[in-house]
């Protein structure tokens, strides 16, 4: 089965936040808690300017949360690829938030118990994509097979988000160089 | 998750204490402010969806409302929006907050204790209503009608600023009746009303494949489409990745929609129109114009070519007051002179200035001299805010006024101060003018001395602290009413789709219950309690507007009209001024409605307007006075508190201010004074003043931030997350540091919207900063973006 993934646009993201505010609608989740988050950095290849990052679960081949769960709580699903959290087997202690390096497991404090993003599951089981993707002003969000993403975006150099050794599936496609009069 | 890391963000989790603490309350019923949090979710979606539409920003975005027991569940876009591709921002979807929040005004309230001091009783709308009317009365016959003054701000809608209040203005006879605009946008509309005849949404172009998203040059001037308008924008950036049109962004910060640019040029603020002016010469000595569209279509441009050549406005002379290169400035007139398709998006960092409307029209004949006018994906943009859609009570009805004491409210601060040139007594204000009018201290002044102030909004905000009486006010899906203005004409109708809260009621219910009271129902009716009445029968007047009636409206599937539709079944208006078009409804026939049917950039009617003020019709070069370079400014020779002259431009009679242009203004303290403040819109996720009441908003922007470059933070020892003070010659202001690149170095940026009340972060507003005077003489458009200022770490 395929892996399914977000494909983010650096070129195209404006740092809104509407990502952010579909998620938390869409899966009522209360302050503090984020399933993704816009990030506003030093862009890496300009110095001086700055980028904004939505940062979000990256799906990763080894995920290091998983690793991590003393209850093995988190499975990464054969069917998309997907990392869940089962929330019945929980325990709420948090080793899955401290291990992932990208900073993007986010907890319930209410229920105790990790939560994170599944490419909106509900929503794709009745015909719907992932809430952020749908709002996104910017069309900086896509997300499918990840091999499919890849082919969509083949001329645009890809970002090595994979600091960690975990395969992340998460695309982020590289800033447009700016154009020169001609 | 990780740390938060934009400007305004806070660095610790501490943030939402208040929101926490709310989250001990029952979650299942009642008013909590965390709404939607672990609010049931019985499916992905409501089982009833409502189109409806975002009552927010100018973006005027489509949605659909899902609704379950009669209360509004979730939201989305309208994927059937070719506008908008079914795409929002946060603020929308924010409003699932407001319309739940504990925060809300719920029934109206009279005050018990002093002015600003915020104690209130409740009290029934009958009380509430009947005391006020009386209250009006005894100052209507004390110092006549026209001492009431109303200010309507863009969150109670057009259906109470140009419907309901506009006829209680005219029934009880004052015209000091205003909304935002002129803090916003008269500048561009008077440039358009003057160049082309009619303001229509810019000139006229409209956002589709063919037509704005299909330029291949975008010059942004003090436009941050990003994060003014992110999905107008975001629908644009995308088209223009696309097709590789390039996109330059002029403007003192690295905005966001900088950040998405191939070119960022840091203009010095107030300078745009000495850019302008730079280009015209370049533009006019190259011979780089195009001829025959000059002499078919543009009027006085000979004249325009020989004062800006015998003033030697040359890119040279612009580069110090610019601070872009000579070279820069050519090369960029060249390209845009060059490309067919290419579009200027400018709008508040222009218009906010005292010389907005003649850098607007400067910036006009830079697009008319080289034919980028009339044409798909070539024009100039500028939300531009008067509608035809003024409601008009019978002649006899009126009541014989005085003028106007000033096109801006800011002009009536004075007013209400030292009863000059006649006294305000009394202000009905809607919005947040304790946030967001210029120079806090003098409007705190004032307004101790009204007899009267009633203030109808949402959520209880610094400006309710000064009322005697606080009116709870229902809004967008709460009430039904259409969109803020549309840059490209789009009406949205806003469908009804749950009830208000409480006792809260539409805006217009209130001007028509207060009316009742004065003898106004036969005319401010009861039946336009319904906004379809209301916007049908009382709205529609113009021609233009026939054809776009409420069910036509609620029942377009895109969920707009763009206007003007002549008739009842005509089809919806696309760009405008194309070549062998008229302008609809024109009777003269022309495709410019101008008196010449010709883009007029100077003719000698023209230069008799601008003379009553002191100024030419050729636009020379002025800035504002407080500022580090010592340049041209205007000095008042009838100012605020005189009489002045009766204004020409505008259609109900108004006093004005009279200047003269002067070499460099005298007494302008730059030795305690060394900055330069810029204010403005803060990110995405605010607007205005209301969004700092809803608790997600504070997740993404909390605290009132100061925009610092880091190597003049260095120099006055500032660090991101400092506390720091803000001084101008009017007041003092704290925000904390946020220390980036992307400001020019002698610049501090503060965002507008906070006040001393809000309930998660209050902060002092910037406005405590920024002065009344001078604003810009024919417009009286205030200046939010440039003043002289001091930094430093508290």
């Known amino acids: 089965m395929p892996q399914l993934a977000l494909m983010i646009d650096l070129a195209r993201c404006i740092g809104c936040g509407s990502c952010e505010a579909a998620c938390k609608l869409e899966h009522r989740l209360g302050p503090g808690q984020f399933r993704t988050r816009i990030l506003t950095l030093p862009r890496p290849d300009e110095p001086g300017r700055i980028e904004f990052v939505k940062a979000v679960c990256q799906q990763c081949e080894r995920p290091a949360c998983m690793r991590a769960c003393g209850a093995n709580a988190i499975t990464k699903r054969a069917s998309d690829g997907i990392v869940v959290v089962d929330p019945e087997r929980c325990t709420g202690c948090q080793e899955c938030v401290r291990a992932c390096p990208y900073g993007v497991m986010s907890f319930d404090p209410r229920y105790q118990r990790a939560d994170k993003c599944t490419l909106c599951v509900e929503r794709r089981e009745v015909g719907l994509g992932p809430a952020c993707a749908a709002v996104c002003p910017g069309h900086a969000i896509s997300w499918g097979p990840v091999e499919e993403l890849r082919a969509r975006a083949a001329d645009r150099p890809v970002r090595d988000a994979d600091h960690f050794g975990l395969s992340p599936a998460t695309i982020y496609l590289e800033h447009v160089p700016a154009r020169v009069p001609a | 998750m990780r740390t938060p890391t934009g400007p305004g963000q806070r660095t610790d989790e501490g943030v939402l204490r208040a929101a926490w603490r709310a989250l001990r309350r029952d979650l299942t019923g009642g008013r909590v402010e965390t709404f939607p949090y672990s609010a049931p979710r019985e499916g992905v979606l409501g089982p009833e969806e409502i189109r409806s539409g975002c009552n927010i920003c100018f973006n005027s975005c489509t949605t659909r409302v899902y609704r379950r027991d009669?209360?509004?569940?979730?939201?989305?876009?309208?994927?059937?929006?070719?506008?908008?591709?079914?795409?929002?921002?946060?603020?929308?979807?924010?409003?699932?907050?407001?319309?739940?929040s504990e925060h809300r005004l719920l029934f109206p309230q009279r005050r018990t204790g002093r002015r600003g001091e915020?104690?209130?009783?409740?009290?029934?709308?009958?009380?509430?209503?009947?005391?006020?009317?009386?209250?009006?009365?005894?100052?209507?016959?004390?110092?006549?009608?026209?001492?009431?003054?109303?200010?309507?701000?863009?969150?109670?809608?057009?259906?109470?600023?140009?419907?309901?209040?506009?006829?209680?203005?005219?029934?009880?006879?004052?015209?000091?009746?205003?909304?935002?605009?002129?803090?916003?946008?008269?500048?561009?509309?008077?440039?358009?009303?003057?160049?082309?005849?009619?303001?229509?949404?810019?000139?006229?172009?409209?956002?589709?494949?063919?037509?704005?998203?299909?330029?291949?040059?975008?010059?942004?001037?003090?436009?941050?489409?990003?994060?003014?308008r992110p999905v107008n924008f975001g629908q644009l950036n995308d088209r223009r990745l696309r097709r590789g049109a390039r996109l330059v962004v002029i403007d003192p910060r690295e905005t966001a929609t900088a950040q998405k640019a191939d070119e960022w040029l840091p203009i010095r603020p107030g300078a745009d129109l000495a850019l302008a002016l730079a280009w015209?010469?370049?533009?006019?000595?190259?011979?780089?114009?195009?001829?025959?569209?000059?002499?078919?279509?543009?009027?006085?441009?000979?004249?325009?070519?020989?004062?800006?050549?015998?003033?030697?406005?040359?890119?040279?002379?612009?580069?110090?007051?610019?601070?872009?290169?000579?070279?820069?400035?050519?090369?960029?007139?060249?390209?845009?002179?060059?490309?067919?398709?290419?579009?200027?998006?400018?709008?508040?960092?222009?218009?906010?200035?005292?010389?907005?409307?003649?850098?607007?029209?400067?910036?006009?004949?830079?697009?008319?001299?080289?034919?980028?006018?009339?044409?798909?994906?070539?024009?100039?943009?500028?939300?531009?805010?008067?509608?035809?859609?003024?409601?008009?009570?019978?002649?006899?009805?009126?009541?014989?006024?005085?003028?106007?004491?000033?096109?801006?409210?800011?002009?009536?601060?004075?007013?209400?101060?030292?009863g000059r040139p006649y006294p305000i007594r009394a202000l009905l204000m809607t919005g947040n003018p304790l946030s967001l009018w210029p120079d806090q201290a003098a409007l705190r002044e004032g307004l101790s001395n009204l007899d009267a102030i009633a203030h109808i909004e949402l959520f209880p905000s610094e400006s309710s602290a000064w009322a005697d009486f606080l009116l709870p006010a229902a809004t967008g899906i709460e009430a039904g009413e259409i969109n803020r203005y549309a840059e490209d004409r789009r009406i949205v109708w806003i469908e009804k789709v749950i009830d208000p809260p409480g006792e809260a009621r539409p805006d217009y219910w209130i001007w028509i219950e207060l009316g009742k009271r004065l003898g106004f129902a036969d005319v401010l009716k009861e039946e336009y309690k319904d906004p379809v009445r209301l916007w049908d029968e009382a709205m529609r007047r113009d021609p233009r507007m026939r054809g776009l009636s409420a069910a036509r409206l609620r029942g377009s599937p895109t969920g707009w009209l763009r206007w003007p539709i002549l008739t009842e079944d005509g089809p919806g208006a696309e760009t405008l001024f194309l070549p062998g078009t008229v302008y609809p409804g024109d009777p003269g026939g022309r495709r410019f409605p101008t008196p010449s049917g010709k883009l007029e950039l100077w003719t000698p009617a023209l230069e008799e307007t601008f003379k009553q003020y002191g100024l030419s019709a050729l636009p020379e070069f002025y800035t504002e006075p407080e500022q580090l370079l010592p340049l041209p400014t205007i000095e008042y020779v009838a100012g605020d508190g005189e009489e002045g002259v009766l204004s020409p431009v505008w259609e109900t009679p108004c006093l004005a201010g009279v200047v003269r242009i002067v070499a460099e203004p005298p007494g302008v303290d730059r030795r305690h004074y060394d900055m330069e403040l810029i204010t403005g819109r803060p990110p995405t996720p605010h607007f205005h003043s209301w969004t700092h009441w809803l608790w997600q908003a504070q997740e993404q922007c909390a605290d009132l931030f100061a925009h610092l470059h880091p190597d003049r933070a260095a120099a006055l020892g500032i660090r991101t997350g400092d506390r720091v003070r803000i001084e101008s010659p009017r007041g003092a202001i704290e925000a904390v540091a946020w220390v980036a690149p992307g400001i020019r170095p002698s610049a501090v940026y503060v965002p507008l919207g906070w006040d001393e009340r809000q309930p998660y972060h209050p902060w002092r507003p910037v406005n405590w900063l920024m002065p009344r005077e001078p604003r810009c003489p024919v417009s009286d458009q205030a200046n939010f973006k440039m003043s002289l200022c001091r930094v430093s770490r508290v």
Not at chain 2, 77 to 83: A, E, I, L, M, R
Not at chain 2, 134 to 150: H, I, T
Not at chain 2, 355 to 383: D, E, P, Y
């Open chain 2, 70 to 100: 009669g209360k509004a569940v979730t939201m989305t876009g309208n994927p059937d929006d070719p506008v908008t591709g079914g795409h929002l921002c946060p603020k929308s979807q924010f409003l699932m907050q407001m319309y739940y």
């Open chain 2, 118 to 228: 915020g104690r209130f009783e409740r009290v029934s709308w009958d009380e509430a209503l009947d005391e006020l009317a009386a209250r009006l009365s005894l100052v209507r016959d004390r110092d006549g009608p026209e001492a009431l003054a109303v200010f309507t701000g863009s969150r109670s809608g057009l259906l109470a600023l140009d419907g309901a209040a506009e006829l209680f203005c005219q029934l009880w006879g004052t015209p000091n009746h205003s909304g935002t605009n002129p803090f916003c946008g008269t500048g561009p509309d008077l440039a358009f009303q003057m160049t082309q005849g009619v303001e229509a949404g810019g000139s006229g172009n409209i956002f589709a494949e063919d037509d704005l998203w299909a330029a291949d040059l975008y010059l942004f001037v003090g436009d941050n489409m990003a994060e003014t």
């Open chain 2, 280 to 418: 015209l010469h370049h533009l006019f000595a190259r011979e780089l114009v195009d001829r025959g569209f000059l002499a078919n279509w543009v009027e006085g441009h000979e004249q325009v070519r020989e004062f800006v050549l015998a003033r030697g406005y040359s890119p040279e002379w612009a580069e110090p007051i610019t601070e872009i290169p000579a070279a820069t400035i050519r090369r960029l007139g060249e390209e845009y002179a060059r490309t067919p398709r290419a579009v200027i998006f400018a709008n508040r960092g222009l218009s906010q200035h005292s010389n907005s409307l003649q850098t607007f029209r400067a910036l006009l004949m830079v697009a008319a001299v080289t034919g980028h006018w009339g044409r798909k994906g070539a024009g100039v943009m500028a939300i531009t805010s008067d509608l035809p859609i003024k409601a008009e009570a019978p002649p006899e009805r009126r009541p014989a006024t005085r003028p106007r004491v000033r096109r801006s409210p800011a002009g009536w601060i004075e007013a209400m101060r030292s």
